[in-house]
Protein backbone atom coordinates (compact mmCIF):
# COMPACT_ATOMS: atom_id res chain seq x y z
CA UNK A 1 0.00 0.00 0.00
CA UNK A 2 1.25 3.08 -0.74
CA UNK A 3 1.42 6.52 1.24
CA UNK A 4 -1.22 8.14 -0.10
CA UNK A 5 -3.58 5.13 0.24
CA UNK A 6 -2.55 4.34 4.16
CA UNK A 7 -3.09 8.01 4.74
CA UNK A 8 -6.56 8.19 3.01
CA UNK A 9 -7.29 5.23 5.25
CA UNK A 10 -6.04 6.93 8.43
CA UNK A 11 -8.74 9.68 7.30
CA UNK A 12 -11.40 7.23 6.83
CA UNK A 13 -11.18 5.84 9.70
CA UNK A 14 -10.70 9.04 11.83
CA UNK A 15 -13.92 10.15 9.77
CA UNK A 16 -15.60 6.61 10.87
CA UNK A 17 -14.71 7.43 14.53
CA UNK A 18 -16.35 10.75 14.43
CA UNK A 19 -19.29 9.25 13.26
CA UNK A 20 -20.00 7.03 15.55
CA UNK A 21 -18.97 9.60 18.12
CA UNK A 22 -22.04 11.68 17.01
CA UNK A 23 -24.17 8.79 16.35
CA UNK A 24 -23.68 7.10 20.32
CA UNK A 25 -24.53 11.19 21.45
CA UNK A 26 -27.68 10.94 19.45
CA UNK A 27 -28.66 7.83 20.63
CA UNK A 28 -28.05 8.33 24.01
CA UNK A 29 -30.38 11.57 24.10
CA UNK A 30 -32.97 9.52 22.24
CA UNK A 31 -32.56 7.24 24.69
CA UNK A 32 -33.56 9.80 27.72
CA UNK A 33 -35.90 11.35 25.76
CA UNK A 34 -37.84 8.37 25.47
CA UNK A 35 -37.45 6.99 29.27
CA UNK A 36 -38.35 10.54 29.94
CA UNK A 37 -41.75 10.25 27.75
CA UNK A 38 -42.87 6.86 28.68
CA UNK A 39 -43.91 7.46 32.53
CA UNK A 40 -45.37 10.61 31.50
CA UNK A 41 -47.57 9.18 28.88
CA UNK A 42 -48.37 5.61 30.80
CA UNK A 43 -49.62 6.85 34.00
CA UNK A 44 -53.04 9.02 32.51
CA UNK A 45 -53.27 6.08 30.13
CA UNK A 46 -53.19 3.55 33.03
CA UNK A 47 -55.61 5.86 35.25
CA UNK A 48 -58.16 6.39 32.33
CA UNK A 49 -58.05 2.39 31.26
CA UNK A 50 -59.16 1.72 35.27
CA UNK A 51 -61.64 4.43 35.11
CA UNK A 52 -63.33 2.79 32.33
CA UNK A 53 -62.82 -1.18 33.49
CA UNK A 54 -64.28 0.31 36.75
CA UNK A 55 -67.28 2.11 35.36
CA UNK A 56 -67.64 -0.98 32.66
CA UNK A 57 -67.73 -3.46 35.93
CA UNK A 58 -70.42 -0.85 37.90
CA UNK A 59 -72.65 -0.72 34.86
CA UNK A 60 -72.59 -4.75 34.43
CA UNK A 61 -73.49 -4.93 38.19
CA UNK A 62 -76.29 -2.01 38.51
CA UNK A 63 -77.99 -3.63 34.94
CA UNK A 64 -78.00 -6.76 36.50
CA UNK A 65 -79.02 -5.64 39.76
CA UNK A 66 -81.59 -4.35 38.17
CA UNK A 67 -82.96 -7.25 36.57
CA UNK A 68 -83.21 -8.89 39.94
CA UNK A 69 -85.45 -6.44 41.34
CA UNK A 70 -87.73 -5.89 38.42
CA UNK A 71 -87.83 -9.90 38.57
CA UNK A 72 -86.99 -10.57 35.15
CA UNK A 73 -83.82 -12.74 36.11
Known amino acids: MD???AQRVEELERAADA???SL???VGELEQRTHGVAPRVFKPVAIVAA???ALALAV???RRLR???SGHA
Request: aromatic share 12%; hydrophobic share 55%; no cysteine.
Open 51 to 53: VAG
Open 67 to 69: RRL
Open 19 to 21: HRA
Open 24 to 26: ARL
Open 60 to 62: FAW
Open 3 to 5: EDA
